[in-house]
């Protein structure tokens, strides 16, 4: 109780109420620590001034992406939950409840259809906010749903990587999903259709040792964390000291597994081009 408080007469406060604030109104930047109004995060496509790419979710995702924002969701398939009755900390169907709860989505991967500049296009995108995006079964039938439709449509195939690796609550079932993502790979090739992927912070795990490496392209956002065992594991395991930006997009491009970095603002223009040229498909630039 501060001196004020002291001072105000008996029933005074009871008067005022306590207005209720959101507690996203304001965005702490990672990277330069800088406090962030939302809206101006959000009008920033979420980069802060600071140039920090913000970790973002399906619709933020699809809605950046397509033109004018306008797209179609595709239904994707129900898979068993909780096969092996898995338990920790926790049980596996209450995580799975939880981040529903918070999410608002069945798992970690949403697919839409729309046009990129034109290009009809099908994007998939990886929620990280859905048990750190997590490759499991669902995942796994999402993604093989999405290579089906494209093949069956001829349509290109983008997805935007975020996750923290294999789903261990679904054990071999989930390292199952590694190569039957990778035989929906095969199956676009062999039909002739682009496979791009634009890998986001954080991409890492099982992913990366999967679908996330065989685009014909690879895009990556600034900074972006992307691996296979992250930087504190590798450190501890050699016992030295990393080098500034180890395993990061930029750092990656020099050594070839990143074929370009861009910036959000740029990645809808630069995947138009991408397509334009492997679709042979005249695309419509936004100032036309």
């Not at 930047?29 to 913000?54: I, Q, R, W, Y």
């Not at 890998?199 to 099982?206: A, C, E, H, K, V």
């Amino acid at each position: 109780m501060n001196w004020l408080s002291k001072l105000a007469p008996p029933g005074v406060k009871k008067i005022f109420t306590k207005r209720d604030t959101p507690d996203n109104f304001w965005v702490k930047c990672p990277k330069s620590g800088e406090m962030v109004f939302h809206k101006d995060l959000e009008a920033n496509l979420h980069v802060t001034p600071a140039g920090h790419h913000m970790r973002i979710g399906p619709e933020y995702r699809l809605g950046y992406t397509f033109d004018a924002g306008k797209y179609e969701r595709v239904d994707l398939p129900e898979v068993a939950h909780d096969p092996l009755k898995f338990k920790d900390s926790k049980k596996y169907s209450d995580r799975i409840k939880a981040a529903r709860a918070k999410t608002g989505a069945n798992d970690a991967m949403a697919l839409a259809q729309g046009t990129i500049q034109g290009i009809d296009t099908l994007v998939l995108v990886q929620n990280f906010a859905f048990m750190g995006g997590s490759l499991g079964m669902a995942a796994g039938e999402a993604f093989l749903t999405a290579c089906e439709l494209a093949i069956k449509k001829r349509l290109p195939l983008i997805i935007f990587t975020a996750a923290g690796g294999a789903r261990m609550q679904e054990g071999a079932l989930s390292l199952m999903q590694l190569p039957r993502t990778t035989i929906g790979v095969q199956m676009l090739r062999e039909n002739n259709l682009p496979y791009i992927v634009v890998l986001t912070d954080p991409t890492t795990g099982g992913v990366t040792a999967s679908y996330a490496m065989l685009g014909d392209v690879h895009l990556a956002e600034p900074e972006a964390l992307i691996c296979f065992a992250g930087p504190r594991v590798i450190e501890q395991t050699i016992r030295e000291k990393l080098p500034e930006g180890f395993q990061r997009s930029e750092f990656l491009k020099t050594k070839g597994m990143v074929d370009q970095v861009v910036a959000r603002k740029d990645l809808p223009e630069t995947l138009a081009k991408i397509l334009g040229v492997l679709m042979q498909t005249k695309r419509k630039p936004k100032h036309a």
